[in-house]
């Protein structure tokens, strides 16, 4: 009885270490999977096209483990993007969720987040009420580190008023009201201003109205190609003063389809729109100069822009945070997803295209000065203004 009684003990031992090992091996070939919700069609599309094309430079393996990437096309619809982030964490079981393009369906995206415990590092500058966006961090610039650096340029260039004119959505509004803060501090006044939708084929009536407040200068506040509609209305309504222009206008997209008229415009942008003409010591250079010759070589010469680099910015945030993550957990498990949460928060100086990124618990842009450049448009070209 008593040897019985060992063989089987011998039996259980045996049968549970086989377990262990196949837990374990299961455990090694678990995949990462990364939800990527891309505005890739809709009125966002020329923010987003560039960054789908961006996603064959994504890693496809970190620190042994395989990266899975499930990419789907919100339409640049915040209703759309909640059902794409929905499945993601129910269906895809995701670690982390990349995106959107836009303001809008990024912020609808960020509400799934909080109630999932996912991670969304999100590809726009989203704001978000009190309370919400626990588990959202940005890969797009703060709007006020940019509008800071448009209302000090501004001031340096003898700027008392200005006239403004946004997107009538959250990428507008949050422009008017940091710019707002910034013009003050720097002795501007905004004299006048006004809104437009993306979808809009005609500013006239609005462009009269700014012209008419006579401001030394204008700040459109749009993104893609919808930035080139009230520069290229203005110029041809006979204003001739100074136009200023946000990050979300980084694009050759405003520069052909503007011409002639949007030369001499003014604008905030990441480094990586310039990584050629950046100091050798700056820190983004390296991974600008990286993104953009490897991506140009694909799309073309002169194809980069402000929005492309943000998918390429995750992965190199990724590159440094899942590792650290991988000490603590497993992938696909609540506990994998909170020790991705508390690496973006303990690694320091992430060196991306955009700049250099040190997110804590209270900051979920990270970013400082490094993360941004002023340019000019001269002679259909972007340059760096000292």
Do not use: C
Request: hydrophobic share 40%; proline share 5%.
């Amino acid at each position: 009885m008593t040897l019985r009684r060992t063989a089987l003990a011998r039996l259980a031992s045996a049968l549970a270490l086989t377990l262990t090992a196949a837990s374990m091996s299961g455990a090694a070939l678990a995949d990462v999977t990364v939800g990527v919700s891309i505005s890739s069609t809709g009125p966002s599309a020329s923010l987003g096209i560039p960054q789908k094309q961006s996603l064959g430079l994504l890693p496809q393996q970190i620190a042994g483990e395989t990266i899975r990437y499930v990419v789907l096309d919100d339409g640049s619809d915040p209703t759309q993007a909640t059902k794409v982030a929905r499945r993601f964490v129910s269906e895809d079981k995701v670690d982390i969720i990349l995106g959107s393009s836009a303001v809008a369906p990024s912020i609808a995206i960020a509400e799934v987040a909080d109630e999932s415990k996912t991670v969304q590092l999100a590809f726009s500058p989203i704001e978000l009420k009190p309370g919400r966006g626990e588990w959202t961090y940005r890969l797009a610039q703060p709007i006020k580190l940019m509008a800071e650096a448009v209302a000090a340029t501004a001031k340096a260039n003898g700027v008392k008023t200005i006239g403004f004119i946004g997107f009538a959505d959250a990428y507008g509004e949050t422009w008017l009201k940091e710019f707002t803060t910034a013009a003050a501090a720097n002795g501007i006044r905004i004299v006048a201003t006004e809104r437009y939708a993306r979808s809009d084929t005609a500013v006239t009536a609005q462009t009269l109205k700014l012209i008419s407040a006579r401001p030394d200068a204008m700040l459109i506040a749009g993104a893609g190609t919808g930035a080139a509609l009230p520069h290229t209305t203005l110029r041809e309504r006979g204003y001739r003063g100074p136009i200023y222009h946000t990050h979300g206008a980084a694009t050759k997209d405003l520069i052909r389809i503007g011409g002639k008229a949007v030369d001499g415009a003014i604008l905030p942008a990441g480094p990586v729109i310039v990584p050629e003409q950046l100091a050798a010591d700056s820190a983004p250079k390296k991974p600008g100069l990286d993104y953009v010759s490897r991506y140009e070589k694909q799309y073309g010469a002169e194809s980069r822009t402000q929005f492309g680099a943000h998918p390429y910015d995750a992965g190199l945030v990724l590159q440094r945070i899942v590792p650290v993550a991988l000490k603590r957990a497993r992938p696909g498990t609540p506990e994998f997803r909170a020790a991705l949460k508390a690496a973006l928060e303990s690694e320091r100086e992430i060196v991306v295209s955009h700049g250099v990124l040190n997110y804590t618990s209270q900051d979920h842009f990270g970013f400082d000065q490094r993360g941004r450049v002023m340019l000019t448009i001269d002679n259909g070209n972007w340059k760096l203004l000292k």
